[in-house]
């Protein structure tokens, strides 16, 4: 026994240096895979927000947010977010389908015209709802929507994290990159910085209050996006995390925008 435990340990040793180095570039997607692979096979979610707005003074305005998410095998997944609270807003509702390898599909709902408006494919850059998040940081965050790249290892916040940087293929997007950092231990997004298109620190998000459901997915509690050159900031607090609802592709057509209350 012991002889096949010091030969197994042996083996070990032996097959990294003689396998092919990862470059950077594997290692990053590596990761990113990992993670994705890990999110996998929820199904559907639901659960609800409290939007904290914050302007450079400090001012506070909130608003009490509904969200839907239907997972999508093969492709990106449909969320829907509706509005309940404040009044000027209430009824509002936006439907986004991700897409892997083309620009998402974004539609918006505005009670007061009656109206859905598409979001543009060339405008997703801009605040959703005059938060700190653009369009195309909401939605599921597809691995084929960018290029990767491993940095480094790191600890952040008492835990060891792997540090990559991500580059993103969509044309109109308004970062060049990306720098996330993964917890080592369940792949976990702990920290995102967004550079922008003149490769300045414009944003951070940061996820706190990781939880475990259904024994296996993790959801964060809070995520907080501050934006470094205006001094505002957006915090997402979730609660009331729902998994398989028995959602349908019907919960996310474009009729849904208007029957959204």
Known sequence: MLRKLLLSLALLAWLPSNLPAQTAEERGLA??????????????????????LR??????SIRRIRNR???????????????????????????????????????????????????????????FMGSEFAYEDIGSQEVEKYTYKYLRDEILDGQDCFVIERYPRYKHSGYTRQVVWYDQSH????????????????????FKGYQQYLDHYWRADV???????????????????????????????????????
């Open 187 to 206: 792949y976990r997004v702990l920290k995102i910085d967004f550079y922008d298109r003149k490769d300045k620190l414009l944003k951070t998000l940061t």
């Open 223 to 261: 995520m907080e996006m501050v934006n470094h050159q205006t001094g505002k900031s957006t915090t997402l607090a979730w609660q009331h995390y729902r998994f398989r609802t028995g959602l349908t592709e019907r919960d996310f057509d474009r009729n849904s925008l208007k029957r959204a209350r």
């Open 31 to 52: 990761i990113a895979l990992t993670a994705d692979r890990r999110d996998t096979g929820f199904g559907d979610l639901t659960a609800e927000l409290v939007m904290t």
């Open 55 to 60: 302007n450079r003074r400090g001012g506070e």
């Open 69 to 127: 998410t239907l997972e999508v095998i093969g492709d990106g997944d449909k969320t829907l977010v509706i509005f309940d609270e404040p009044a000027d807003v209430k009824g509002t509702a936006f439907l986004s389908y991700t897409h892997a390898l083309k620009p998402d599909d974004q539609w918006l709902y505005l009670p007061a015209l009656k109206r859905v408006k598409r979001i543009s494919s060339a405008n997703k850059s801009g605040p």
